[in-house]
């Protein structure tokens, strides 16, 4: 079975283990707390348990979203559990599975395999690294206001904390509305291999796709260092692939800078999947080399 298959079962696997390996350390940290705390707790555990295990099994890029906003939430509160007095053994099989789980939602491999559930059958898309700026600090921030803030305030209610919990829930359901569908742009940022060519699919840089047709692309390889390629990256982190064409192309870029597009013509574009050698494995089995 190839990884593109096998790992989504693992994932699936390392999730459904969870009840029983991370368990024990959030009922030790329940156990003796008022009997609201202890009920709230475990409806938001079950409930966050059985929403990413649900979205698992559906090979799609919101379900992909879905797993990556889900699993870390696992890892804090196995954390949260081990601060609240749950035992060293319990604590630490808590963290371990809950990172395995999370380590495996975010493998590159895990990424292609969730956004090709949607493809059509003769194409294949390979995901972006996210922008840099992002990943050093606000994709944190919005996860927190997205998830951590509305767990928080259900739990402060829980706990007759009427007014802080009750703001606390409204904020973060307002942000998780808002945020999510920021957060599931980032899974719809592919390159693409079509019949027809390749496509750069990117609502953060790009107002609409780009298609480049196979005869016109001259080469698609590794960014050699002195690249004068439009840079469609947003300064991702990673190795850059460079997709030079003989026609220049016309692209509406979009930037946070700038709230009108700008339309840009250029002949070689610079973006950074996520598996550059699986996207140059597939250029070569395409023919575009």
Not at 17 to 25: Q, S
Not at 37 to 65: I, N, R
Not at 178 to 190: C, D, K, P
Not at 275 to 282: I, S, T
Request: glycine share 8%.
């Amino acid at each position: 079975m190839s990884p593109a298959r096998l790992l989504p079962w693992l994932l699936r696997a390392a999730w459904v283990v969870l009840p029983v390996a991370a368990g024990p350390a959030f009922d030790d940290a329940l156990s003796g707390r008022s009997g609201g705390v202890q009920s709230a707790g475990s409806v938001l555990l079950w409930a966050g348990w059985a929403t990413v295990l649900c979205a698992s099994l559906v090979l799609h890029p919101a379900a992909l979203t879905v797993v990556r906003m889900g699993t870390p939430a696992a890892v804090v509160a196995a954390f949260v559990a081990a601060l609240g007095g749950s035992s060293v053994g319990a604590a630490t099989a808590a963290a371990v599975a809950t990172l395995v789980a999370t380590f495996a939602a975010f493998l590159p491999t895990i990424g292609v395999a969730f956004v090709n559930g949607a493809a059509y059958p003769n194409e294949r898309r390979f995901p972006l690294r996210p922008p840099g700026p992002l990943v050093v600090g606000p994709i944190v921030v919005a996860w927190t206001l997205a998830v951590a803030l509305p767990a928080t305030g259900v739990m402060l209610l829980a706990a007759g904390r009427p007014v802080v919990g009750g703001v606390a829930t409204v904020a973060g359901v307002a942000s998780a509305v808002v945020l999510s569908r920021s957060m599931y742009s980032l899974a719809r940022r592919w390159i693409v291999f079509v019949p027809a060519g390749v496509v750069v699919h990117d609502p953060l840089t790009l107002a609409d796709p780009v298609l480049l047709r196979r005869r016109d692309v001259t080469s698609l390889a590794l960014a050699p260092g002195t690249t004068d390629a439009l840079d469609l990256t947003a300064r991702a982190f990673g190795l850059a692939i460079e997709i030079a064409a003989r026609d220049e192309a016309t692209l509406v870029l979009v930037t946070p800078r700038s709230r009108t597009p700008v339309t840009e013509r250029a002949t070689k574009l610079l973006v950074t999947p996520t598996r550059p050698g699986a996207v140059l494995a597939e250029a070569r089995a395409r023919r575009f080399d």
